[in-house]
């Protein structure tokens, strides 16, 4: 039995039009990435609250990436632009409380973006890797 | 009475934490003091009492009950109590100490809160005894002598040596095996200090203070009173009083969803917030006036009323100092049946 | 893997060509300066390297009439870069043993007064180890 | 010392109670001691003569009780605001939580406030009463005598790093007013930037491990006046009573601090009146820096209606990963 | 509590090939809410949908999760079964497990294993599901056509036909078009203008049609069948219901140097001008740029010329706006720019040439009135070569386009012909790659030209055009003699690739519709729904999509008018159905939600509330419209007391599946 390497579980919140699709490029293309990271769909990037983040932490994820569609190209004219605010400001407090800045990222990845979305999720999964645990934001109670 | 020198204090905290877990405040960075595990390098506080009260000792903010694993549709009830480590508190003051009586009335009581009653029966209460009382004491009101606590196990510190003196059972035992750290001697120094702190607990501002119109059978005669109005306009309905006040002890129970089962938890409630005791038709106090009255009512008067005249306030002051608007049990008790200051 | 599997491989790691780009135009042999010297013209050596056909390439003399002016990488609509084809094959001579072009003992032989020293230090960088 | 008077305070809204402008006024009811003041609701003139006092511990903001008095009077409260309180005052009507016809603000000069804590850091403890004379305190103590300490170094920390003398909003002004400050608040929020991602952990463990979830910050808190908290809410997915772990302690104290953020005017109540002195201002201010760096100087409640950054936003904005990384390279 | 059904699709082998979906559904099947678990080769298929409705009745299933390809595939299908066995359309989830499992995993263990976290979070998700009505809203009839080249104008006069107004927003100051520059059509060879100005006419002469010519769109609000648009009108210094078109003004001006962009800048017009005899509105126009008397104030020579009285230097831009329930982007292509291919000499020498200026070279409206001769010195070429693919088919680095620009092929087999036929004196070269020829009667085309007329195709490409002298030396490879040719050509005509034009990228920002990396429009589905845009209401006319040739053009124009009339006639649209919505009892009326919608979607209204202490209060609460609301979500993160919250996507929802994904 070979030993298991370390894979961190990895939340990624893809918008509805661009990430999402763009996932299902990569997967048109059979572009590997890596099965620990699982997609939550949202109609826009701007309906991720920051408490579904610090949820995902709570709940055991080592790491959180937010995809959106490229600024400008939001399918709802303005949507990721305000994620865009949000999440520099939370991430901003995350790294000032002293969270490592690299489980947390806001990716643009448009639908005929396959490959990035395949790479991106490829270098945020061995980033987060890397980190090892998240042991500043974790919720021991929901550890297996 | 046995004695130690203080030169000495660190040898016996390092006696006591050798057969248990042992708590003392120590000053923390943001100046103040907090009750902190013993080890190499820590002092205990000059400071009259701790920010917290001791009761988290025995009915800590949140506690586990019990737990359940879910598994697919299969529902596993898991006890998760487990016998106590054994642990003792040191430098506990004459109100705090009370405190334990008020909390043990109602959670000793039948049927036995056996996750408080495991705590009470493996923890050992060193008090000592207070000699500068603070602008904000008043324990006197409630009948507490600052300067003859209660205990397992009681302390004077003079400027020498700490003093003690066992009145427990587990007093006694602890004592015994603090003997050789320790010497007998006289009472002499410890009746200086206690008739100093005496005439000093008799010049404070609130020594005046008196309880003795409220008590068990008042409930009529203050439920309606006005003045509750006026009291609490400008109350933020925050939990703070309740929170640093030893003898408060309602809690919630809550289940908390891990994701691969629950979590039941007890937490301190307040019956200051809005959800307090909130059920099926809503909540029996709809205003912060009720909610209020409820606070003060219960330790002035329906407490003393279920406990042979017992008041539910020990006059430690905490509330005083931190009330974000000033409003505190004081305030009210002046203020109630018309004798404003 | 056979012999020339194994080539193949060698000279695609060696150049990072990926000749499956090429739509085959023709552009790097019509923009090719040595075209009429050489027996492969650089579409043919892309054309050989994927087909695994090196070792012609590795004996021909177009591997040393190729003048390694990247017209052809320039040029290329797909960015297949040919020139670095024909330097991979090149190496791939050059490390079989005894596969030097030139040898420094040559070079006596082939001097005169005209010819500049860096022509002789690229010869040496292109025909030998 | 105080520019202004708690007689000239009484003598006007006696005034205004006398000539019919205002039915209700919002002031301060003196304690036990000097410090214990406590907010309350004037109705008639005796009562403000008995009861009416103002001095260095009236540093509540009134702005928030604006919110029920607002409700209660049939034609306007009256109510004093402190510089800082303005602030919080407009930035209440941009959100349209009390009716302006309602209220009555006379805008009162503000020397800065006295924190009782740091008294008896610097006195001793056992206080039984605090006089003031121009730049000196003196405090009466119970045991160790009459001390004197620098009102400067008495001033509370928000008003150490007083960010305006100036009044955005009043209907009348009482004294002169003042300036907008070029302070040092965000000194201390970039003395954490510059510790490494440890310290910075270290730090606010340490800070936030002594809340006891009492809401108090929430409470007074000018900027939270949810109907409903998402806290309090069993199906905000994030409701709690009390922290049961570190993890509770910082989604509290984070998702608080972002709800309020570009809405935050930096009043500095939360601090002030948190039992465990957890300097929950320098979250917000942090906010506050980041959104000053990152798309220009935004003072929530300078102007009524203006748009906070957080509902706004430039097609260049910094990208979350630069914002962090500025966050840092601050060190 | 929910009964809710699994069922886990094979796909065939695209998702059983690396997910063991026995496994997943036996797995799925003790999920807390499920009651049904089973798995089929093709859940899409009529059986499949049929094992999905007798499952709903036998086991009562108040919801389902289909474990498949993307929702972005087959939810809709999905959503229509569960309505045709009586259930809301929205109990229905999708686990995409084969997207975003099957296909990017190789091994069976790990893809079974994601496979059953994506249906558990799926499930966790429905089991918070409630069902939904979308609301309706009602439909502007009356389209707007953003260009005016041949798909603009045959979007519009269909449109027109059925009977709605519609309005063409033309930047240039006649419609026309890319088209109105061509000279011949292949494969008939029929003249372009003699197909294309009638249509012009048509448009014209419509009543439903109106022509805002020299006009730009410059905002885009609202959503499908409530658009709001503005455009601006263009100063043209001229008034266009007076100007009669008769050009006096255009022969008199003194400034005679602009360059003709109609003839790409092979001869010159005047600052006044009209771009060509048939062009639509047929009004002058001022070039601002170039006009002394606006430039200067000194000149006025065609105010005074014209009897009309039509000319106006005070004329300002004019922004109207104007409501439109569907919007067909019809913004047309042109060629790249030929300036990075230095090895084709295309700026040194006048002679080499792009295929569009030969066009305008051959045209008898052109440059040269028809005469075939060359840019250079006039003289009547000899020798000719084509280039095919210049910039396209280009990939990595290089300076062109990855696509195939699809009509270079048939036109250039038509000049070719064209010159040969009516010069047989030349020798004509063309170059290619490949000869791309998919079409009615175009392969047959473009044989002519090699068998009947002797056009020599080379297999091979231009590797460089060198001039020489008097001609250009075209050093290229043939590729089946496996030679190096040498051609000394008088003229060089390059087949530059096309690029959609360069206004589209600003419009699809204003339209909230996608592109994909080329800039060309994205199609809401490349198959099945080829001249919509994902956005709804938008829809795609034209070589705006991708490359086109003239009947496939006017075929899709055809095409977006159908889906457009589709819309127009409809009296109310469904509405999404996952929309906002707040919950006024938590509602602090605070504005912040409505400060981030881009639709202004949200109002306010003062309600009263019964208090828990018995009193009544009023209160400032949000209310959504429904028909408006997008169901973006902005708001739900702008609202700090969770009042508002996300149908179809609730904080609960997302919650449920951050746990059951972090489980």
Redesign the interface.
Known sequence: MQVTEYKP?I?AFCC???S??G??????N????P?NI???????S???????I????????DGVILCG?H?????????N??T??????????????????ER???EWV????GAKF?ATMNEFSAQVAALGENK???????K? | MRKCSLTALDALFAKMAESAALYLPVDGDDGRAHYAQWQEGLHLSDALNTVRSAKDFFFPQTENLMAFKVNGKTIEIIDTRTEADDFIVFGVRACDVRSFDILDTVFLAEPADSYYANRRAHGVIISLACTRPAETCFCSTFGIDASTPAGDVVCWKTDDALYMEAKTEKGSALMAALADLTEECDTDAVKAQQATTKERMAKLPLADLTADKFGGGKTMEFFSDPAWATLSEACLGCGTCTFVCPTCQCYDIKDFDTGHGVTRLRCWDSCMYSDFTKMAHGNPRLTQVERFRQRFMHKLVYYPENNGGVFGCVGCGRCLTRCPISMNIVKVMKNLGGDAK | MTHSDRLKEQILRTSGVNPLKCMRCGKCSATCPSYDEMEYHPHQFVYMVETGDIEPLMKSESLYKCLTCFACVDRCPRSVEPAKLVEAVRLAVIREKGGNRLHTDDIPAKLDDDMPQQALVSALRKYSK | MQTVTRDMLVSRAKALLADGTVDRVLGWKAGEFTYDVTPGVFTDADAMEKEFVYGDFCGANFSKYLLTEARKTEKKVLVFLKPCDTYSFNQLLTEHRFDREKVYAIGIPCDGMLDIHKIRTLSAEGVTGIDTDGESVTVHTLYDGDKTVARADALAERCVNCKSKKHVAYDELLGEDGEIIDSARFDEVAAIEKMTPDERFAFWQDALSRCIRCNACRDVCPACTCEKCVFDNPNSGVENKSPANSFEEQMFHIIRAFHVAGRCTDCGECSRVCPQHIPLHLLNRKFIKDIDEFYGEYQAGEKVGSRAPLVDFMTGDLEPSEAVKRGETNA | MQRIGVFVCWCGTNIAGTVDVKRVADALRNEPGVVFSAEYQYMCSQAGQDMIKNAIREHNLTGFVVCSCSPRMHEATFRKTAEAAGLNPYMVEIANIREQCSWVHKDMEIGTEKAIVLGRTAIAKVNLNAPLTPGESPVTKRALVIGGGIAGIQTALDIADAGFPVDIVETKPTIGGKMAQIDKTFPTLDCAACILTPKMVDAAQNDKIRILSYSEVTDVRGFVGNFSVTIKRKARYVNEEICTGCGLCTEKCPQKKVPNEFNLGMDTRRAIYIPFAQAIPKVATIDADYCTMLKTGKCGVCAKVCTAGAIDYTQKDLIMEEKYGAIVAATGFNPISMEPFDEFAYSQSKDVITSLELERLMNAAGPTSGQFVRPSDGKHPHKIVFVQCVGSRCAGASKGKEYCSKICCMYTAKHAMLIRDKYPDTEVYVFYIDVRTPGKNFDEFYRRAVEEYGVHYIKGMVGKVTPTGDTLRVQASDLLANKQILIDADLVVLAAAIEPDKSARPLATMLTASMDTNDFFTEAHPKLRPVESPTAGVFLSGACQGPKDIPETVSQASAAAAKVIGLLVKDKLVCNACVASSDEAMCNGCSTCERVCPYGAITYADKEFRMPDRTTRIRRVAQVNQAVCQGCGACTVACPSGAMDLRGFSNKQIMAEVDAVCK
């Open positions: 579980k939340v509805n039009w661009c999402y699709a996932a299902d490029l990569a997967g048109n059979r572009l590997n990435y099965d699982k997609i939550i769909r949202v109609p826009c701007c309906r991720v609250n920051p408490m579904f610090l949820r995902a932490f709570q709940r055991g994820a569609c600024p400008g190209d939001c399918h709802y004219t303005s949507g632009y305000y865009r605010r949000r999440m520099a400001l939370l991430f901003s407090m995350l790294s000032y409380l002293g969270i490592e800045k947390t990222r806001v448009s639908a005929a973006e395949a500043r934001l974790e919720d021991l109670r929901c297996p």
